[in-house]
C-alpha cells in the first residue's frame, strides 16, 4: 500500500511542543524501529516498559529518517532532519498514523471489545456472524486478524497504531463494511486506538489481570473505563449489568448507554434454560434458541454479541438464527475427543483466576457423576505474580487430579513460578496435585491417569501454538500434544 503526505498535514491533529529543521517534508512512511527509519520515513521515539526510543535516535538519523517525533529533543540536531517535539509520543503517533492512512477508522462500522475474559470470543464470532450475514469483515484478536477469510498473523492484542491503521486501512480497499477488534488495557494506556473512530464499545467483566503492568486495580479499571469516554456521541456503549464495573463503564458516555444481562433489567435480556454438554439452550429477549457454546460465561458473550449486532441495524431473530450455528474462537473450551475411551480432552486459553473456575464450574456442570476431571494448568512469567496461588487453590479445589505446570515461563525459572503456586493449595488437597515443569510431560500425566470417560482440562495457552523460554519461542501447540498423548498411551 503506497502512500505519501506531507509532514504539514500529519502534523494537523497534533499538540506540537517545538519544531527544529526542514518543514516542507514529503513523507512515505511511518515506524516506531529505527531500523525501519529511511529516507521518507518519520519516526517515533517511544517510551515503553523495556526501552526508551529515545536513544535509538541517533540510529534513525543514521539510516536517514526525514522526520523524528520525539518528547526529548535530542542535544546534537541533524541540519537535514526534523524534529517535532510533542507531550507524548504515543499519542502523535497515533493521531499521525490514522491522518497518514487516510483515517479508514471513519469509513468502517468499528466495534471495540474489552474486558478481561470474552474478547476473543465476542470479536471472532461478531465477525463470523456478520460474514454470514452477507457482510464483508475485518477482525482484530488476539488469535489473529483477518480480511474477510484471509488470515493474518497477530502479534498483540490490540496492534500499535501504525499497524493498526494500515491493516484498517487495508480494510477499507478490501470493502469490508464491518470490523471487529479486542480493545486490550494496555492499548488504551498506551494509545494504540487512539484517533480511531468506533461505532459501538462492548464491555464483558472485569477481574484480577495485569496487574504486573497496572500496578493497581484501579488503575486496570481505568483503563478499561478510558476506552468507552473516547467513544464519540454517535457510538454505543454495551455493558455487562451483571458485572459490578459494568455500569461504572457508562458513567461518563456521551453516546448511547446500553446493557445486557442474564440476572435482571437490561435493554437486551437473557434466560439460561439449559447448560449441556452438547450445548446452551438460552432465552434472549423473549425467544428461545439452541447455541454450540458451553457455559454460563459464553451465555453471556453470546448476549454481548446478539446486543452488539442488535445495535448495529441486524434484525434480532435473524442474528439469532444464524448465532446458534456458530462455534466458538479457537482454544477457547475447544473439545478434544479420545475415540477408544471417550476421554474428553478440553483445551481452554484459561489464564485467570476468573476464567479459570468459570471454565471448571461449567465442567462440573455438564459432567456426568461417575466423570474425573484432571486439570494441567501453568502461570506465565514476568506477569502478574499475586494470581499464581489463587489459580493453584482453583486447580486443586475444583478438580479430581490437578498437575501444575509451565506455561509461558520466559525469563522465569520455572521452579520459581510453580513454588509460588503451590503456596497457593490447601493442605486438604496437596494429595491431589502433581508438580511437573515439563508441559509435554505434564499433558502426558494428565491423560495417563484419565480413566475411560473422564475430562482433562488444558488450561492457560489455548490458541497459542508456541512456548516461550528464555526469549526463545519453541513449537508447543496444547490441542495438538493432547492428541499425540492420547495415541502414545492408546487412549
Not at 428 to 451: M, N, S
Request: aromatic share 6%; with cysteine.
Amino acid at each position: 500500500m503506497n502512500q505519501s503526505t506531507s509532514l504539514a498535514s500529519l502534523l494537523t491533529a497534533v499538540s506540537v511542543t517545538a519544531q527544529m529543521g526542514p518543514t516542507d517534508v514529503p513523507v512515505t512512511g511511518l515506524t516506531l524501529d529505527s531500523r525501519q527509519a529511511g529516507p521518507g520515513m518519520v519516526f517515533f521515539a517511544l517510551r515503553g516498559t523495556a526501552n526508551d526510543g529515545h536513544q535509538f535516535i541517533p540510529k534513525a538519523v543514521e539510516m536517514g529518517a526525514a522526520v523524528i517525533v520525539c518528547e526529548d529533543l535530542p542535544a546534537d540536531l541533524n541540519p537535514a532532519t526534523a524534529y517535532v517535539q510533542v507531550k507524548d509520543s504515543a499519542e502523535a503517533m497515533a493521531y499521525m498514523a490514522a491522518e497518514f492512512y487516510g483515517h479508514p477508522s471513519r469509513k468502517l462500522q468499528l466495534v471495540g471489545i474489552t474486558g478481561t475474559n470474552g474478547k476473543t470470543t465476542c470479536a471472532t464470532m461478531l465477525h463470523k456472524l456478520f460474514r454470514e450475514l452477507g457482510y464483508h469483515c475485518g477482525l482484530l484478536s488476539t488469535v489473529q486478524n483477518q480480511v474477510d477469510e484471509q488470515v493474518i498473523p497477530a502479534t498483540h492484542t490490540t496492534p500499535d497504531a501504525i499497524r493498526l491503521n494500515e491493516l484498517l486501512a487495508r480494510m477499507v480497499q478490501a470493502s469490508c463494511t464491518h470490523v471487529f477488534m479486542e480493545v486490550s488495557s494496555h492499548a488504551v494506556v498506551q494509545h494504540r486506538v487512539t484517533g480511531l473512530q468506533f461505532a459501538g464499545g462492548v464491555f464483558t467483566n472485569l477481574t484480577h489481570d495485569h496487574l504486573d503492568y497496572h500496578g493497581t486495580f484501579d488503575a486496570y479499571l481505568k483503563a478499561k473505563k478510558g476506552f468507552f469516554d473516547m467513544l464519540p456521541k454517535s457510538a454505543f456503549a454495551l455493558t455487562n449489568a451483571d458485572d459490578k464495573r459494568g455500569p461504572v463503564m457508562l458513567q461518563n458516555v456521551v453516546g448511547r448507554r446500553e446493557s445486557y444481562s442474564m440476572r435482571g433489567s437490561a435493554t437486551f435480556r437473557g434466560k439460561l434454560i439449559e447448560n449441556a454438554v452438547h450445548g446452551l439452550h438460552l432465552e434472549v429477549d423473549g425467544r428461545e434458541a439452541q447455541f454450540r457454546l458451553i457455559g454460563v460465561f459464553n451465555a453471556y458473550n453470546l448476549l454481548a454479541i446478539y446486543g452488539a449486532a442488535v445495535l448495529l441495524g441486524e434484525e434480532p431473530t435473524e442474528v439469532l438464527t444464524v448465532l446458534s450455528g456458530l462455534t466458538s474462537a479457537p482454544g477457547r473450551f475447544e473439545p478434544v475427543l479420545a475415540e477408544k475411551t471417550r476421554i474428553t480432552g478440553i483445551v481452554d486459553y484459561a489464564h485467570t483466576p476468573d476464567a479459570l473456575e468459570n471454565v471448571l464450574q461449567t465442567i462440573a456442570e455438564i459432567r456426568q457423576p461417575s466423570q474425573q476431571v484432571i486439570t494441567v494448568v501453568g502461570c506465565g512469567g514476568n506477569r502478574d505474580g499475586a494470581k499464581r496461588p489463587i489459580m493453584a487453590r482453583l486447580a486443586s479445589q475444583l478438580s479430581n487430579r490437578a498437575v501444575l505446570t509451565s506455561d509461558n515461563p520466559r525469563f522465569e525459572d520455572p521452579n520459581d513460578i510453580l513454588q509460588q503456586m503451590q503456596a497457593g493449595v490447601p493442605a486438604t488437597d496437596q494429595g491431589k496435585v502433581l508438580t511437573i515443569p515439563d508441559r509435554r510431560e505434564a499433558i502426558k500425566t494428565a491423560v495417563a491417569l484419565a480413566q475411560p470417560g473422564d475430562i482433562v482440562l488444558v488450561a492457560g495457552k489455548g490458541h497459542e501454538a508456541y512456548q516461550e523460554i528464555k526469549g526463545v519461542r519453541s513449537d508447543f501447540d496444547d490441542k495438538r500434544v493432547l492428541v499425540e498423548m492420547f495415541n502414545l498411551l492408546g487412549k
